[in-house]
Protein backbone atom coordinates (compact mmCIF):
# COMPACT_ATOMS: atom_id res chain seq x y z
CA UNK A 1 0.00 0.00 0.00
CA UNK A 2 1.20 3.44 -0.58
CA UNK A 3 2.02 5.86 1.95
CA UNK A 4 1.20 9.07 -0.10
CA UNK A 5 -1.96 11.04 0.94
CA UNK A 6 -3.87 11.87 -1.85
CA UNK A 7 -6.85 14.55 -1.80
CA UNK A 8 -9.59 14.34 -4.00
CA UNK A 9 -10.29 14.25 -7.37
CA UNK A 10 -7.02 15.26 -8.99
CA UNK A 11 -7.60 18.83 -11.45
CA UNK A 12 -11.08 17.22 -12.18
CA UNK A 13 -12.60 19.30 -8.76
CA UNK A 14 -16.34 19.02 -9.06
CA UNK A 15 -17.75 16.46 -11.20
CA UNK A 16 -21.49 16.98 -12.78
CA UNK A 17 -23.63 14.13 -13.36
CA UNK A 18 -26.02 15.63 -15.61
CA UNK A 19 -27.11 12.62 -17.51
CA UNK A 20 -23.99 10.77 -18.53
CA UNK A 21 -23.77 7.39 -18.08
CA UNK A 22 -22.20 6.06 -15.08
CA UNK A 23 -21.98 2.89 -14.09
CA UNK A 24 -24.00 2.19 -10.58
CA UNK A 25 -21.64 0.61 -8.02
CA UNK A 26 -24.75 0.25 -5.25
CA UNK A 27 -26.24 -3.09 -4.00
CA UNK A 28 -24.50 -5.62 -1.23
CA UNK A 29 -20.86 -4.85 0.25
CA UNK A 30 -18.98 -6.55 2.57
CA UNK A 31 -18.95 -4.15 5.65
CA UNK A 32 -16.82 -4.41 8.79
CA UNK A 33 -16.93 -1.86 11.86
CA UNK A 34 -13.51 -0.65 13.42
CA UNK A 35 -13.42 1.73 16.65
CA UNK A 36 -9.98 2.27 15.73
CA UNK A 37 -9.89 2.89 12.02
CA UNK A 38 -6.45 1.03 11.97
CA UNK A 39 -7.71 -2.23 11.26
CA UNK A 40 -5.69 -3.29 7.90
CA UNK A 41 -3.74 -0.66 8.00
CA UNK A 42 0.16 -0.55 9.19
CA UNK A 43 0.60 -4.31 8.45
CA UNK A 44 2.72 -5.82 5.46
CA UNK A 45 0.12 -7.96 4.30
CA UNK A 46 -3.72 -6.44 4.74
CA UNK A 47 -7.05 -6.36 3.74
CA UNK A 48 -6.10 -4.24 0.65
CA UNK A 49 -4.71 -6.85 -1.10
CA UNK A 50 -7.70 -9.58 -1.07
CA UNK A 51 -5.80 -12.49 0.35
CA UNK A 52 -7.18 -15.55 1.49
CA UNK A 53 -6.41 -17.13 5.09
CA UNK A 54 -6.21 -20.40 4.38
CA UNK A 55 -4.26 -19.68 1.64
CA UNK A 56 -1.11 -18.07 3.07
CA UNK A 57 0.93 -19.87 4.90
CA UNK A 58 1.18 -16.99 8.03
CA UNK A 59 -1.63 -15.24 9.87
CA UNK A 60 -4.07 -13.75 7.78
CA UNK A 61 -6.51 -11.62 10.26
CA UNK A 62 -8.34 -9.69 7.29
CA UNK A 63 -10.70 -11.21 4.66
CA UNK A 64 -13.39 -9.38 2.88
CA UNK A 65 -15.27 -12.58 2.19
CA UNK A 66 -15.57 -12.73 6.14
CA UNK A 67 -17.31 -9.08 6.53
CA UNK A 68 -21.24 -8.89 7.61
CA UNK A 69 -23.05 -7.65 4.26
CA UNK A 70 -24.51 -4.03 3.54
CA UNK A 71 -26.40 -2.36 1.31
CA UNK A 72 -25.25 0.59 -0.30
CA UNK A 73 -26.81 3.50 -0.31
CA UNK A 74 -27.70 3.23 3.06
CA UNK A 75 -26.48 4.52 6.68
CA UNK A 76 -24.77 1.31 8.57
CA UNK A 77 -26.95 2.16 11.37
CA UNK A 78 -30.22 1.35 10.59
CA UNK A 79 -29.20 -2.09 8.85
CA UNK A 80 -28.63 -3.79 11.30
CA UNK A 81 -29.44 -3.62 15.39
CA UNK A 82 -25.86 -3.85 17.14
CA UNK A 83 -24.73 -0.94 14.27
CA UNK A 84 -27.64 1.45 15.65
CA UNK A 85 -25.39 3.87 18.10
CA UNK A 86 -21.82 3.20 16.19
CA UNK A 87 -20.31 6.15 15.51
CA UNK A 88 -16.76 4.41 14.69
CA UNK A 89 -15.54 3.81 11.53
CA UNK A 90 -16.85 1.40 8.67
CA UNK A 91 -14.83 -0.50 5.91
CA UNK A 92 -16.72 -1.19 3.08
CA UNK A 93 -15.26 -3.41 0.23
CA UNK A 94 -15.99 -5.11 -2.84
CA UNK A 95 -14.39 -7.09 -5.97
CA UNK A 96 -15.09 -5.23 -8.92
CA UNK A 97 -14.89 -6.53 -12.73
CA UNK A 98 -14.41 -4.53 -15.35
CA UNK A 99 -16.34 -4.71 -18.06
CA UNK A 100 -15.05 -4.94 -22.02
CA UNK A 101 -16.53 -0.99 -22.56
CA UNK A 102 -14.85 0.86 -19.56
CA UNK A 103 -11.65 -1.44 -21.08
CA UNK A 104 -12.00 -0.37 -24.32
CA UNK A 105 -12.76 3.48 -23.55
CA UNK A 106 -9.46 3.18 -21.38
CA UNK A 107 -7.14 2.31 -23.96
CA UNK A 108 -8.62 5.02 -26.27
CA UNK A 109 -7.16 7.12 -23.59
CA UNK A 110 -10.55 8.05 -21.81
CA UNK A 111 -10.39 8.77 -17.46
CA UNK A 112 -11.71 6.87 -15.05
CA UNK A 113 -13.61 8.40 -11.95
CA UNK A 114 -14.76 6.99 -9.00
CA UNK A 115 -17.89 9.18 -7.96
CA UNK A 116 -18.94 9.16 -3.79
CA UNK A 117 -22.67 10.99 -4.28
CA UNK A 118 -22.17 11.61 -0.70
CA UNK A 119 -20.56 10.29 2.60
CA UNK A 120 -20.81 10.85 6.21
CA UNK A 121 -18.09 12.29 7.60
CA UNK A 122 -14.93 11.58 6.02
CA UNK A 123 -13.32 8.72 3.38
CA UNK A 124 -10.20 7.37 2.15
CA UNK A 125 -10.26 4.94 -1.14
CA UNK A 126 -8.43 2.58 -2.00
CA UNK A 127 -7.82 0.88 -5.47
CA UNK A 128 -5.91 -2.03 -5.74
CA UNK A 129 -3.86 -1.39 -2.95
CA UNK A 130 -3.33 1.67 -3.65
CA UNK A 131 -4.69 5.07 -2.27
CA UNK A 132 -6.51 6.98 -4.44
CA UNK A 133 -8.21 9.66 -2.33
CA UNK A 134 -8.93 10.97 1.08
CA UNK A 135 -11.91 13.63 1.59
CA UNK A 136 -13.37 15.29 4.35
CA UNK A 137 -16.80 17.07 2.66
CA UNK A 138 -19.85 15.85 4.66
CA UNK A 139 -22.52 15.11 2.56
CA UNK A 140 -21.25 16.35 -0.91
CA UNK A 141 -20.32 14.76 -4.04
CA UNK A 142 -16.57 13.29 -3.99
CA UNK A 143 -14.71 12.19 -7.18
CA UNK A 144 -11.13 10.43 -6.91
CA UNK A 145 -9.18 9.49 -10.68
CA UNK A 146 -8.28 6.29 -10.74
CA UNK A 147 -5.29 5.73 -12.94
CA UNK A 148 -5.84 3.65 -15.87
CA UNK A 149 -2.63 1.50 -14.98
CA UNK A 150 -3.84 0.71 -12.21
CA UNK A 151 -6.72 -1.00 -13.54
CA UNK A 152 -6.99 -4.82 -13.95
CA UNK A 153 -9.56 -7.11 -15.09
CA UNK A 154 -10.88 -8.23 -11.65
CA UNK A 155 -9.62 -4.79 -8.84
CA UNK A 156 -10.84 -4.63 -5.14
CA UNK A 157 -12.00 -1.84 -3.99
CA UNK A 158 -12.12 -0.46 -0.05
CA UNK A 159 -13.74 2.60 1.24
CA UNK A 160 -13.30 3.69 4.67
CA UNK A 161 -16.18 5.93 6.12
CA UNK A 162 -15.16 8.19 9.40
CA UNK A 163 -18.00 9.02 11.08
CA UNK A 164 -17.12 9.97 14.33
CA UNK A 165 -17.97 12.91 15.87
CA UNK A 166 -14.99 15.93 16.41
CA UNK A 167 -15.11 19.08 17.77
CA UNK A 168 -13.40 20.66 14.76
CA UNK A 169 -16.12 18.79 12.59
CA UNK A 170 -18.66 20.17 11.04
CA UNK A 171 -21.11 19.37 12.27
CA UNK A 172 -19.37 19.59 15.87
CA UNK A 173 -19.84 17.07 19.02
CA UNK A 174 -23.46 18.19 20.04
CA UNK A 175 -26.32 17.93 17.04
CA UNK A 176 -29.74 17.72 17.49
CA UNK A 177 -30.15 14.71 14.73
CA UNK A 178 -28.96 11.15 14.11
CA UNK A 179 -25.45 10.62 12.85
CA UNK A 180 -26.19 8.14 10.21
CA UNK A 181 -23.12 7.01 8.90
CA UNK A 182 -21.28 5.04 5.58
CA UNK A 183 -21.81 5.25 2.33
CA UNK A 184 -25.11 7.27 2.79
CA UNK A 185 -25.34 7.99 -1.53
CA UNK A 186 -24.58 6.23 -4.58
CA UNK A 187 -21.27 5.02 -5.36
CA UNK A 188 -20.31 5.08 -9.53
CA UNK A 189 -17.51 4.79 -11.64
CA UNK A 190 -17.16 6.74 -14.33
CA UNK A 191 -15.54 6.83 -17.60
CA UNK A 192 -14.80 9.91 -19.09
CA UNK A 193 -13.41 11.52 -22.22
CA UNK A 194 -9.42 13.24 -22.01
CA UNK A 195 -10.99 16.21 -22.97
CA UNK A 196 -14.72 16.95 -21.11
CA UNK A 197 -17.04 19.38 -20.10
CA UNK A 198 -16.66 19.31 -16.30
CA UNK A 199 -19.65 21.42 -15.39
CA UNK A 200 -22.45 23.85 -17.03
CA UNK A 201 -25.22 25.47 -15.75
CA UNK A 202 -27.54 28.28 -16.31
CA UNK A 203 -28.02 31.49 -14.41
CA UNK A 204 -30.33 34.71 -14.56
CA UNK A 205 -28.38 38.26 -14.62
CA UNK A 206 -32.08 39.74 -15.00
CA UNK A 207 -35.28 38.91 -16.05
CA UNK A 208 -37.31 41.78 -17.96
CA UNK A 209 -41.23 41.70 -17.82
CA UNK A 210 -42.60 40.91 -21.32
CA UNK A 211 -45.99 40.11 -22.53
CA UNK A 212 -48.33 37.73 -20.96
CA UNK A 213 -46.61 34.59 -20.38
CA UNK A 214 -43.81 35.23 -22.38
CA UNK A 215 -40.78 36.88 -20.81
CA UNK A 216 -37.32 38.64 -21.88
CA UNK A 217 -34.63 36.97 -19.41
CA UNK A 218 -30.82 38.24 -18.93
CA UNK A 219 -28.97 35.24 -18.46
CA UNK A 220 -25.89 33.30 -19.04
CA UNK A 221 -24.96 29.67 -19.30
CA UNK A 222 -21.65 29.23 -17.82
CA UNK A 223 -19.20 26.10 -18.87
CA UNK A 224 -16.02 24.84 -17.79
CA UNK A 225 -14.34 22.46 -19.13
CA UNK A 226 -11.08 19.73 -18.30
CA UNK A 227 -8.43 18.18 -20.27
CA UNK A 228 -5.06 17.35 -18.48
CA UNK A 229 -2.98 19.07 -20.92
CA UNK A 230 -5.23 22.36 -20.90
CA UNK A 231 -5.25 22.33 -24.55
CA UNK A 232 -8.57 22.80 -26.77
CA UNK A 233 -6.55 21.83 -30.36
CA UNK A 234 -9.50 22.03 -33.18
CA UNK A 235 -12.33 22.38 -30.47
CA UNK A 236 -15.73 23.75 -30.76
CA UNK A 237 -17.99 23.80 -28.14
CA UNK A 238 -22.25 24.12 -28.72
CA UNK A 239 -25.39 24.80 -27.00
CA UNK A 240 -28.72 23.76 -27.99
CA UNK A 241 -31.99 24.53 -26.48
CA UNK A 242 -34.53 22.92 -29.43
CA UNK A 243 -37.61 24.70 -28.27
CA UNK A 244 -36.34 27.55 -28.36
CA UNK A 245 -34.57 27.58 -31.74
CA UNK A 246 -31.61 28.23 -30.36
CA UNK A 247 -28.15 26.71 -31.51
CA UNK A 248 -25.01 28.75 -30.82
CA UNK A 249 -21.63 27.05 -31.08
CA UNK A 250 -17.78 28.61 -29.94
CA UNK A 251 -14.41 27.64 -30.81
CA UNK A 252 -12.32 27.07 -27.74
CA UNK A 253 -10.04 28.72 -26.36
CA UNK A 254 -10.04 28.76 -22.58
CA UNK A 255 -11.31 25.95 -19.91
CA UNK A 256 -14.40 28.01 -18.92
CA UNK A 257 -16.76 30.79 -20.64
CA UNK A 258 -20.42 31.91 -21.08
CA UNK A 259 -23.10 31.44 -23.47
CA UNK A 260 -25.14 34.33 -23.29
CA UNK A 261 -29.05 33.79 -23.45
CA UNK A 262 -30.31 37.31 -23.05
CA UNK A 263 -33.41 38.59 -24.29
CA UNK A 264 -34.66 35.09 -25.36
CA UNK A 265 -38.05 34.86 -25.12
CA UNK A 266 -39.68 32.27 -22.69
CA UNK A 267 -41.96 30.83 -20.69
CA UNK A 268 -40.81 31.37 -17.10
CA UNK A 269 -39.79 28.90 -14.20
CA UNK A 270 -42.34 29.59 -11.38
CA UNK A 271 -42.86 28.00 -8.15
CA UNK A 272 -46.02 25.39 -8.52
CA UNK A 273 -45.63 25.97 -12.56
CA UNK A 274 -42.13 24.24 -13.31
CA UNK A 275 -42.10 24.74 -17.05
CA UNK A 276 -38.26 23.72 -18.00
CA UNK A 277 -36.51 23.35 -21.35
CA UNK A 278 -34.14 20.94 -22.85
CA UNK A 279 -30.37 21.66 -23.36
CA UNK A 280 -27.90 20.17 -24.84
CA UNK A 281 -23.95 21.07 -24.74
CA UNK A 282 -22.24 19.35 -27.16
CA UNK A 283 -17.76 19.33 -27.43
CA UNK A 284 -16.64 18.86 -30.64
CA UNK A 285 -13.06 17.59 -32.14
CA UNK A 286 -12.77 18.49 -35.96
CA UNK A 287 -16.31 17.84 -36.16
CA UNK A 288 -16.25 14.66 -33.85
CA UNK A 289 -18.52 14.32 -30.73
CA UNK A 290 -16.58 14.52 -27.77
CA UNK A 291 -18.33 14.71 -25.22
CA UNK A 292 -22.32 15.65 -24.51
CA UNK A 293 -24.19 16.64 -21.72
CA UNK A 294 -28.09 17.14 -21.47
CA UNK A 295 -29.93 19.05 -18.86
CA UNK A 296 -33.17 20.66 -18.10
CA UNK A 297 -33.12 24.61 -17.39
CA UNK A 298 -35.88 26.67 -15.86
CA UNK A 299 -35.12 30.44 -16.76
CA UNK A 300 -36.47 32.40 -13.06
CA UNK A 301 -35.28 35.37 -10.96
CA UNK A 302 -34.77 35.45 -6.97
CA UNK A 303 -34.38 39.40 -6.21
CA UNK A 304 -33.75 41.26 -2.80
CA UNK A 305 -34.55 44.10 -3.00
CA UNK A 306 -34.93 46.34 0.37
CA UNK A 307 -37.30 44.12 3.05
CA UNK A 308 -39.17 42.22 -0.09
CA UNK A 309 -38.15 38.86 -1.70
CA UNK A 310 -39.11 38.57 -4.90
CA UNK A 311 -39.36 35.68 -7.58
CA UNK A 312 -39.62 36.97 -11.13
CA UNK A 313 -40.34 39.96 -9.86
CA UNK A 314 -43.01 39.83 -8.08
CA UNK A 315 -43.13 39.81 -4.65
CA UNK A 316 -43.41 36.30 -3.23
CA UNK A 317 -44.57 34.89 -0.04
CA UNK A 318 -42.95 31.40 1.19
CA UNK A 319 -45.24 28.87 2.16
CA UNK A 320 -42.74 26.59 3.85
CA UNK A 321 -41.94 22.76 5.16
CA UNK A 322 -38.38 22.17 6.55
CA UNK A 323 -37.59 18.76 7.16
CA UNK A 324 -34.28 16.34 7.88
CA UNK A 325 -33.17 13.82 4.93
CA UNK A 326 -34.70 11.03 6.66
CA UNK A 327 -36.63 8.36 5.24
CA UNK A 328 -40.21 7.38 6.82
CA UNK A 329 -40.26 4.55 9.00
CA UNK A 330 -40.74 3.48 12.29
CA UNK A 331 -36.64 2.71 11.78
CA UNK A 332 -35.71 6.26 10.27
CA UNK A 333 -32.39 6.07 8.45
CA UNK A 334 -30.93 7.58 5.49
CA UNK A 335 -33.19 7.19 1.96
CA UNK A 336 -32.13 4.30 -0.13
CA UNK A 337 -34.16 4.88 -3.20
CA UNK A 338 -35.53 7.65 -5.43
CA UNK A 339 -39.00 6.66 -3.78
CA UNK A 340 -37.95 7.11 0.00
CA UNK A 341 -37.45 10.94 -1.69
CA UNK A 342 -40.59 10.82 -3.66
CA UNK A 343 -42.61 10.17 -0.42
CA UNK A 344 -41.03 12.75 1.61
CA UNK A 345 -41.57 15.72 -1.18
CA UNK A 346 -45.05 14.06 -1.73
CA UNK A 347 -45.94 14.36 1.97
CA UNK A 348 -44.49 18.10 2.16
CA UNK A 349 -47.12 18.87 -0.65
CA UNK A 350 -49.94 17.46 0.50
CA UNK A 351 -49.78 20.60 2.83
CA UNK A 352 -50.03 23.06 0.21
CA UNK A 353 -46.55 24.51 0.48
CA UNK A 354 -44.07 26.05 -2.17
CA UNK A 355 -40.83 26.13 -0.49
CA UNK A 356 -38.85 23.27 1.03
CA UNK A 357 -35.74 24.17 3.63
CA UNK A 358 -33.32 21.25 3.42
CA UNK A 359 -32.34 21.01 6.67
CA UNK A 360 -28.83 21.20 8.12
CA UNK A 361 -26.76 19.71 5.71
CA UNK A 362 -26.73 19.12 1.66
CA UNK A 363 -29.20 16.79 0.25
CA UNK A 364 -28.79 14.22 -2.61
CA UNK A 365 -29.00 16.15 -5.95
CA UNK A 366 -31.77 14.03 -6.20
CA UNK A 367 -34.50 16.47 -4.34
CA UNK A 368 -32.79 19.21 -6.44
CA UNK A 369 -34.20 17.74 -9.68
CA UNK A 370 -37.46 16.26 -8.40
CA UNK A 371 -37.86 20.05 -6.86
CA UNK A 372 -36.99 21.46 -10.50
CA UNK A 373 -40.02 19.65 -12.31
CA UNK A 374 -42.29 20.02 -9.07
CA UNK A 375 -41.67 23.63 -9.02
CA UNK A 376 -40.56 23.83 -5.05
CA UNK A 377 -38.22 26.27 -4.41
CA UNK A 378 -35.44 25.15 -2.21
CA UNK A 379 -32.90 26.10 0.49
CA UNK A 380 -29.82 24.55 0.89
CA UNK A 381 -27.59 24.84 4.33
CA UNK A 382 -24.20 23.50 5.09
CA UNK A 383 -24.06 21.68 8.62
CA UNK A 384 -22.03 25.04 10.84
CA UNK A 385 -24.55 24.55 13.70
CA UNK A 386 -24.44 25.96 16.97
CA UNK A 387 -20.84 25.34 18.07
CA UNK A 388 -17.90 26.29 15.48
CA UNK A 389 -14.22 25.94 16.32
CA UNK A 390 -13.64 28.67 13.42
CA UNK A 391 -9.82 29.01 14.32
CA UNK A 392 -9.24 26.15 13.70
CA UNK A 393 -7.46 25.67 10.08
CA UNK A 394 -9.04 22.15 9.66
CA UNK A 395 -12.74 23.78 10.13
CA UNK A 396 -12.16 26.48 7.85
CA UNK A 397 -11.11 24.31 5.38
CA UNK A 398 -14.02 22.33 5.37
CA UNK A 399 -16.81 25.40 5.73
CA UNK A 400 -15.19 26.62 2.90
CA UNK A 401 -15.10 23.81 0.67
CA UNK A 402 -18.24 23.06 1.79
CA UNK A 403 -19.75 26.02 0.71
CA UNK A 404 -18.30 26.03 -2.62
CA UNK A 405 -18.92 22.41 -3.25
CA UNK A 406 -22.74 22.43 -2.11
CA UNK A 407 -23.50 25.73 -4.85
CA UNK A 408 -21.40 23.84 -7.50
CA UNK A 409 -23.75 21.25 -6.72
CA UNK A 410 -26.90 23.49 -7.35
CA UNK A 411 -26.06 25.26 -9.88
CA UNK A 412 -28.45 25.42 -12.48
CA UNK A 413 -31.15 24.16 -10.65
CA UNK A 414 -34.18 26.22 -11.30
CA UNK A 415 -35.80 25.37 -7.70
CA UNK A 416 -33.32 27.14 -5.83
CA UNK A 417 -33.93 29.98 -4.08
CA UNK A 418 -31.31 30.47 -1.53
CA UNK A 419 -27.90 29.27 0.20
CA UNK A 420 -27.82 29.22 3.70
CA UNK A 421 -23.96 28.81 5.20
CA UNK A 422 -25.07 28.49 9.15
CA UNK A 423 -27.98 27.83 11.29
CA UNK A 424 -27.84 29.11 14.96
CA UNK A 425 -24.16 29.55 15.30
CA UNK A 426 -22.95 31.95 18.11
CA UNK A 427 -20.47 34.79 18.09
CA UNK A 428 -17.49 32.23 18.28
CA UNK A 429 -13.81 33.67 17.86
CA UNK A 430 -13.05 33.14 13.87
CA UNK A 431 -17.02 33.46 13.04
CA UNK A 432 -16.86 36.78 11.33
CA UNK A 433 -13.42 35.98 9.62
CA UNK A 434 -14.00 32.45 8.07
CA UNK A 435 -17.52 32.30 7.42
CA UNK A 436 -17.22 36.08 5.97
CA UNK A 437 -14.57 34.62 3.10
CA UNK A 438 -17.25 31.57 3.05
CA UNK A 439 -20.07 33.97 1.84
CA UNK A 440 -18.12 36.05 -0.41
CA UNK A 441 -16.67 32.73 -2.88
CA UNK A 442 -20.28 31.29 -2.80
CA UNK A 443 -21.71 34.84 -3.99
CA UNK A 444 -18.80 34.65 -6.72
CA UNK A 445 -19.40 31.38 -7.86
CA UNK A 446 -23.12 32.00 -8.51
CA UNK A 447 -24.18 35.86 -8.20
CA UNK A 448 -28.05 34.77 -9.01
CA UNK A 449 -28.80 32.88 -5.74
CA UNK A 450 -29.34 35.06 -2.08
CA UNK A 451 -26.79 34.36 0.61
CA UNK A 452 -28.52 33.61 3.79
CA UNK A 453 -28.43 31.96 7.19
CA UNK A 454 -31.06 31.19 10.17
CA UNK A 455 -30.60 33.20 13.26
CA UNK A 456 -32.12 33.15 16.29
CA UNK A 457 -33.37 36.61 17.89
CA UNK A 458 -33.89 36.98 21.66
CA UNK A 459 -37.35 37.41 22.87
CA UNK A 460 -36.94 41.23 24.47
CA UNK A 461 -39.79 43.70 24.61
CA UNK A 462 -42.63 41.44 23.15
CA UNK A 463 -40.72 41.26 20.13
CA UNK A 464 -38.26 39.07 17.91
CA UNK A 465 -35.83 41.12 16.36
CA UNK A 466 -32.75 40.08 14.65
CA UNK A 467 -30.95 42.74 14.39
CA UNK A 468 -31.05 44.05 17.66
CA UNK A 469 -28.11 41.69 18.25
CA UNK A 470 -24.36 42.25 16.67
CA UNK A 471 -24.00 39.38 14.32
CA UNK A 472 -20.71 39.60 12.50
CA UNK A 473 -22.40 37.19 9.81
CA UNK A 474 -25.83 39.37 8.99
CA UNK A 475 -23.76 42.00 6.79
CA UNK A 476 -23.21 38.95 4.27
CA UNK A 477 -26.98 37.39 4.05
CA UNK A 478 -29.53 38.82 1.53
CA UNK A 479 -32.06 37.47 2.91
CA UNK A 480 -32.79 36.35 6.63
CA UNK A 481 -33.54 33.20 8.11
CA UNK A 482 -35.36 33.67 11.68
CA UNK A 483 -35.63 30.86 14.65
CA UNK A 484 -38.29 31.20 17.10
CA UNK A 485 -39.82 29.10 19.61
CA UNK A 486 -42.92 31.07 20.80
CA UNK A 487 -44.89 29.16 22.76
CA UNK A 488 -42.17 26.38 23.13
CA UNK A 489 -38.98 27.74 24.29
CA UNK A 490 -39.63 31.63 24.87
CA UNK A 491 -42.24 33.21 25.97
CA UNK A 492 -44.52 30.51 27.44
CA UNK A 493 -48.03 30.56 25.09
CA UNK A 494 -49.85 33.07 26.59
CA UNK A 495 -47.78 35.77 25.71
CA UNK A 496 -48.15 35.28 22.33
CA UNK A 497 -50.92 37.21 21.45
CA UNK A 498 -48.93 40.30 22.30
CA UNK A 499 -45.73 38.66 20.53
CA UNK A 500 -44.55 40.44 17.12
CA UNK A 501 -41.76 39.59 14.44
CA UNK A 502 -39.47 42.95 13.46
CA UNK A 503 -38.16 42.70 9.58
CA UNK A 504 -35.25 44.87 10.09
CA UNK A 505 -33.54 45.75 6.82
CA UNK A 506 -33.75 43.07 4.75
CA UNK A 507 -36.27 40.58 3.66
CA UNK A 508 -37.04 37.91 6.24
CA UNK A 509 -38.96 34.71 6.55
CA UNK A 510 -39.82 32.59 10.02
CA UNK A 511 -37.69 29.60 8.97
CA UNK A 512 -38.52 27.51 12.27
CA UNK A 513 -41.35 27.66 14.99
CA UNK A 514 -42.94 24.58 16.54
CA UNK A 515 -43.47 22.46 19.28
CA UNK A 516 -43.45 19.03 19.99
CA UNK A 517 -46.49 16.90 19.65
CA UNK A 518 -45.89 13.17 20.36
CA UNK A 519 -48.50 10.80 18.52
CA UNK A 520 -51.22 9.74 20.63
CA UNK A 521 -50.83 12.44 23.76
CA UNK A 522 -53.81 14.26 24.41
CA UNK A 523 -53.98 16.58 26.90
CA UNK A 524 -54.57 20.75 27.91
CA UNK A 525 -53.37 23.22 25.46
CA UNK A 526 -51.47 25.17 28.11
CA UNK A 527 -49.68 22.34 29.20
CA UNK A 528 -46.74 21.13 27.04
CA UNK A 529 -46.05 17.55 25.22
CA UNK A 530 -49.57 16.84 23.86
CA UNK A 531 -51.11 17.23 20.32
CA UNK A 532 -53.31 19.81 21.21
CA UNK A 533 -51.04 21.88 22.82
CA UNK A 534 -49.22 21.17 19.69
CA UNK A 535 -52.02 23.20 17.58
CA UNK A 536 -52.50 26.07 20.33
CA UNK A 537 -49.17 27.05 19.88
CA UNK A 538 -49.24 26.83 15.67
CA UNK A 539 -52.52 28.99 16.13
CA UNK A 540 -50.90 31.32 17.75
CA UNK A 541 -47.71 31.68 15.89
CA UNK A 542 -49.73 31.88 12.71
CA UNK A 543 -51.91 34.66 14.06
CA UNK A 544 -48.59 36.67 15.04
CA UNK A 545 -47.33 35.59 11.52
CA UNK A 546 -50.68 37.45 10.09
CA UNK A 547 -49.91 40.83 11.92
CA UNK A 548 -46.59 40.79 10.78
CA UNK A 549 -46.96 42.73 7.45
CA UNK A 550 -43.55 42.65 5.69
CA UNK A 551 -42.83 38.96 6.29
CA UNK A 552 -41.83 36.96 4.10
CA UNK A 553 -43.30 33.65 4.46
CA UNK A 554 -42.84 30.77 7.40
CA UNK A 555 -41.95 27.07 7.63
CA UNK A 556 -43.00 25.05 10.45
CA UNK A 557 -40.02 23.04 12.00
CA UNK A 558 -40.64 20.21 11.42
CA UNK A 559 -42.18 17.63 8.64
CA UNK A 560 -41.43 14.54 10.11
CA UNK A 561 -40.67 13.36 13.87
CA UNK A 562 -36.80 12.57 13.76
CA UNK A 563 -34.03 10.69 15.56
CA UNK A 564 -32.08 12.39 17.81
CA UNK A 565 -30.02 11.28 20.63
CA UNK A 566 -30.48 14.76 22.53
CA UNK A 567 -34.19 14.21 22.96
CA UNK A 568 -34.39 11.52 25.91
CA UNK A 569 -37.60 12.24 28.08
CA UNK A 570 -40.38 9.81 28.07
CA UNK A 571 -42.02 11.52 25.90
CA UNK A 572 -39.38 11.68 22.75
CA UNK A 573 -37.77 8.21 23.68
CA UNK A 574 -34.46 9.22 21.14
CA UNK A 575 -37.14 11.10 18.19
CA UNK A 576 -37.57 14.44 17.99
CA UNK A 577 -41.31 15.01 18.31
CA UNK A 578 -41.95 18.37 16.48
CA UNK A 579 -43.16 16.40 13.15
CA UNK A 580 -46.35 17.90 11.81
CA UNK A 581 -46.23 14.01 11.02
CA UNK A 582 -45.37 11.21 13.02
CA UNK A 583 -42.21 8.95 12.03
CA UNK A 584 -44.24 6.79 9.50
CA UNK A 585 -46.15 9.87 8.47
CA UNK A 586 -49.11 9.70 10.87
CA UNK A 587 -50.14 12.80 10.08
CA UNK A 588 -51.19 14.63 13.51
CA UNK A 589 -53.84 17.49 13.99
CA UNK A 590 -50.84 20.58 13.44
CA UNK A 591 -50.88 18.72 9.43
CA UNK A 592 -54.52 20.11 8.88
CA UNK A 593 -54.40 23.19 9.97
CA UNK A 594 -51.20 24.04 8.25
CA UNK A 595 -53.07 22.54 4.88
CA UNK A 596 -55.83 25.39 5.68
CA UNK A 597 -53.22 28.14 6.71
CA UNK A 598 -51.30 28.08 3.28
CA UNK A 599 -54.77 28.17 1.60
CA UNK A 600 -55.78 31.23 3.16
CA UNK A 601 -52.23 32.87 2.60
CA UNK A 602 -51.77 35.81 0.72
C1 LIG B 1 -33.54 24.57 16.54
C2 LIG B 1 -32.61 23.90 15.60
C3 LIG B 1 -33.14 22.56 15.12
C4 LIG B 1 -33.73 21.81 16.30
C5 LIG B 1 -34.89 22.62 16.86
C6 LIG B 1 -35.57 21.98 18.06
O1 LIG B 1 -33.53 25.74 16.73
O2 LIG B 1 -32.27 24.70 14.50
O3 LIG B 1 -32.11 21.84 14.51
O4 LIG B 1 -34.11 20.53 15.96
O5 LIG B 1 -34.42 23.87 17.26
O6 LIG B 1 -36.39 21.10 17.87
O7 LIG B 1 -35.29 22.40 19.16
Given at each position: ?9 C ?40 L ?16 D ?16 L ?11 A ?14 L ?6 V ?62 G ?74 G ?11 W ?43 Q ?77 N ?35 E???R ?56 W ?12 I ?17 L ?20 E ?13 W ?48
Open positions: MSSKKVNECDAGYLQLNDRASRLLDGEWGFFADNMGAFGLKRSRNVFEGKPEEEDRAIEYDIDGFRISVPGDWNTQKEEFLFEGFGWYARKLISSVEKEALLRGQRFLRLDGNYAVDVWWNGQQIGSAELPFLPLSFEIDSEQVQDENLLVIRVDARRAEHRIPSERYDWFNYGLIRSVRLMTMPGRFIASAAYHSTQILRGEGELTVVNGQYAYELQASDRKWPGHTLTLEIPELDYQQSISVEQASTFDLSELAVELQPGKARLYAARMSLRQDGQTVDQIEQEIGFKQIECIGTELRVNAPFYLKGVALHEERLGAEGGKPRNLQDIQDLLDLAQETGCNFMRLAHYPYDEAWLRECDRRGLLVWDEIPVYWEVTYDTRTESIIRQSAKRMVELSRGHACMLCHALANETWLPGGRVMGAAFKEIKQLDPSIPATAAFNAPFQNNQYDVECVEHSIYEHVDVVGLNEYGGYNPPVKELPQANVVGSKPLFVTEFGAAGPGRHGASDELWNLDSQKAIYEQIAMFERCEKLSGTPWVLKDFRSTLRANAFQKGWNRKGLVGPEGEKKPVFELIQNAFKQEK
